[in-house]
C-alpha cells in the first residue's frame, strides 16, 4: 500500500480510511526528508515561505501569551514569533520527534516548549493557549474535522487559530478563495518529485506533498468545518497568486 492510497480521504468527514498507518507512514516520510527539509521549502517556494509566515506571525494577536504551533516541524513558524517578539510562551507540538530536534538545534536564545504528539490527541489541557498556528500541516492530519476540534478544545475562548497551507482549487470559488490553479498544481506536481529525486533521493515523498494538496480541502471547505466546530471571525488570504492561503477564525467567547 502506498503514501498516496493512505492518504484517501472520505469527502464527507475528511479522514482517511486508515488513521494508524496514514500516521505512521507520514512520520516515517518527514523522518527521511528532515536534513533537507528547511532548504528544500526555501528553494521550491523561491524563498517565499519565508513571507508567508510573516503574513502569518503578522495577524497574530499581539496580546497572545502562550501560542502553540501545530505540526511544527522544524519550527520555523514558532521561531518567526519569536522573532517578532510576538507569543511569550511559545510551544511546539508535531508527530515526527526527528523534526523537531532540527528546529531545537536552531532555536538559538528562544525558548521553546516541544512535544511529539498527535495533533488528534494533543497533551494539553482545554483552554491552554490564545492562538493556536499551523504551518502546512493540517492538510496531512488523518482527520481533519477531529484535528479542529481539538484545537478548539485547547483554545481559550477568543483564541485564533491561525493555518497556513496549499489547498485544493475550486474553479466555482472567487477572490481569496480560490486555491491553487489547476495549471500551478500541474506544473508542481511534476517539479516537486523531481527536485525531491535530485536534491533527496526521495521522489516518493515529494509526489506525496505534491498529490496532498489535490487531497486536502479548497479554502471555503475549510470554512465550512470552522463554521461546524463553532468558529467565528473567518478569514482567508492568499498568497502568491494563490499558492498558498491563510485561513484564519477565532473561537467565540
Given amino acids: 500500500m502506498s ?3 493512505v492518504h484517501i480521504r472520505s469527502p ?3 479522514a482517511v480510511s ?9 512520520r516515517a516520510m518527514f523522518a527521511r526528508i528532515t536534513a533537507r527539509y528547511d532548504s528544500m521549502n526555501h528553494v521550491l517556494s523561491l524563498n517565499r515561505d519565508r513571507a508567508w509566515r510573516r503574513a502569518l506571525v ?5 496580546d497572545a501569551w ?21 507569543g511569550r510562551e511559545l510551544y511546539v507540538a508535531d508527530l515526527s520527534a526527528a523534526m523537531l530536534r532540527i528546529g531545537a538545534a536552531k532555536r538559538g536564545s528562544h525558548a521553546l516548549r516541544p512535544a511529539v504528539a498527535d495533533a488528534l490527541q494533543l497533551p494539553y489541557r482545554e483552554a491552554s493557549f490564545d492562538a493556536v498556528l499551523a504551518g502546512f500541516g493540517v492538510r496531512n492530519l488523518a482527520d481533519v474535522r477531529h484535528g479542529v476540534a481539538e484545537v478548539a478544545r485547547v483554545l481559550r475562548p477568543g483564541g485564533q487559530l491561525l493555518i497556513l497551507d496549499f489547498f485544493r482549487s475550486d474553479p466555482r470559488a472567487r477572490g481569496e478563495q480560490r486555491g491553487t490553479t489547476a495549471p500551478l498544481r500541474a506544473l ?4 516537486l518529485p523531481l527536485m525531491g ?22 479554502p471555503g471547505q ?3 468545518v470552522l463554521a461546524d466546530t463553532g468558529f467565528t471571525d473567518p478569514l482567508v488570504a492568499r498568497q502568491t497568486l494563490g499558492i498558498a492561503h491563510l485561513v484564519a477564525a477565532r473561537k467565540p467567547l
Fill in 58 to 62: 503578522e495577524r497574530l494577536d499581539a
Fill in 12 to 14: 464527507e468527514t475528511w
Fill in 18 to 26: 486508515d488513521p494508524a498507518e496514514h500516521r505512521r507512514r507520514v
Fill in 222 to 224: 475549510l470554512l465550512g
Fill in 66 to 86: 502562550e501560542v502553540l504551533d501545530l505540526c511544527a516541524g522544524t519550527c520555523d513558524l514558532a521561531l518567526s514569533c519569536a522573532a517578532a517578539g510576538k
Fill in 3 to 5: 503514501l498516496d492510497e
Fill in 188 to 191: 508542481l506536481g511534476l517539479v
Fill in 197 to 218: 529525486r535530485l536534491l533527496v533521493r526521495d521522489g516518493s515523498a515529494y509526489a506525496y506533498l505534491a498529490g496532498s494538496m489535490n487531497a486536502f480541502l479548497t
